[in-house]
T-cell receptor, first 112, second 114 residues
Framework: AQSVTQLDSQVPVFEEAPVELRCNYS??????LFWYVQYPNQGLQLLLK??????LVKGINGFEAEFNKSQTSFHLRKPSVHISDTAEYFC??????????FGTGTRLQVFP | ETGVTQSPTHLIKTRGQQVTLRCSSQ?????VSWYQQALGQGPQFIFQ???????GRGNFPPRFSGLQFPNYSSELNVNALELDDSALYLC?????????????FGPGTRLLVL
């Protein structure tokens, strides 16, 4: 069975500091990984995805993630965060080509 | 904006009632998936519809049912509402099924069951 673990429920950080949001997955089959962002009272917006190819994936808003098969990780990074990055971030794995399995989310709080 | 729309945005129902939520998929997408997001949790897969047929189902009871129409819009119906059904219901559309496709989400419908 596939599952996703986001170990950090909350990550506080000051503006312009770097941030890493951790995601680990378990899967016995091919892995397709996604990061979504959810702003307050909104739906999910796709940040980036790994389907195949280069293990370093660049997304919107300056975010990037690296697929590490040996460590079964897909951590999200940004070198310098802004106040507007404050949101809930969800890592997800696509299972059986139909359903996304999500982690429990990480709340990124950016302080001035 | 993903082009996926949902209605209504908010809804209040009482226990035992029935509810219908609606989703219009992004232009050109023929697959719609529904998710339930309880407060403080990640979304949970309910089911997926592809060309008007159910294409996969998560661990939800039969009182959660759905439809997809020829224009690929979709409905989620929940019968005999329970307090624990209070959640944000998200639909996502994608291009095709049986392929690795990205799912694009709508803004959600927030359901409160009293």
């Amino acid at each position: 069975a596939q599952s996703v673990t986001q170990l950090d429920s909350q990550v506080p950080v000051f503006e312009e500091a770097p941030v890493e949001l951790r995601c680990n997955y378990s899967s016995s089959v091919s892995v397709y990984l996604f990061w979504y962002v959810q702003y307050p009272n909104q739906g999910l917006q796709l940040l980036l995805k790994y389907l195949s190819g280069s293990t370093l994936v660049k997304g919107i808003n300056g975010f990037e993630a690296e697929f590490n098969k040996s460590q079964t990780s897909f951590h999200l990074r940004k070198p310098s965060v802004h106040i507007s990055d404050t949101a809930e971030y969800f890592c997800a794995v696509l299972y059986n080509t139909d359903k996304l399995i999500f982690g429990t989310g990480t709340r990124l709080q950016v302080f001035p | 904006e993903t082009g996926v729309t949902q209605s209504p945005t908010h809804l209040i129902k009482t226990r035992g009632q029935q509810v219908t939520l609606r989703c219009s998929s992004q232009s050109g997408h023929n697959t719609v998936s529904w998710y339930q997001q309880a407060l403080g949790q990640g979304p949970q897969f309910i089911f997926q519809y592809y060309r008007e047929e159910e294409n996969g189902r998560g661990n939800f009871p039969p009182r959660f049912s759905g439809l997809q129409f020829p224009n690929y819009s979709s409905e989620l119906n929940v019968n005999a509402l329970e307090l624990d059904d209070s959640a944000l219901y998200l639909c996502a559309s994608s291009l095709g099924a049986g392929e690795v496709e990205t799912q694009y989400f709508g803004p959600g419908t927030r359901l409160l069951v009293l």
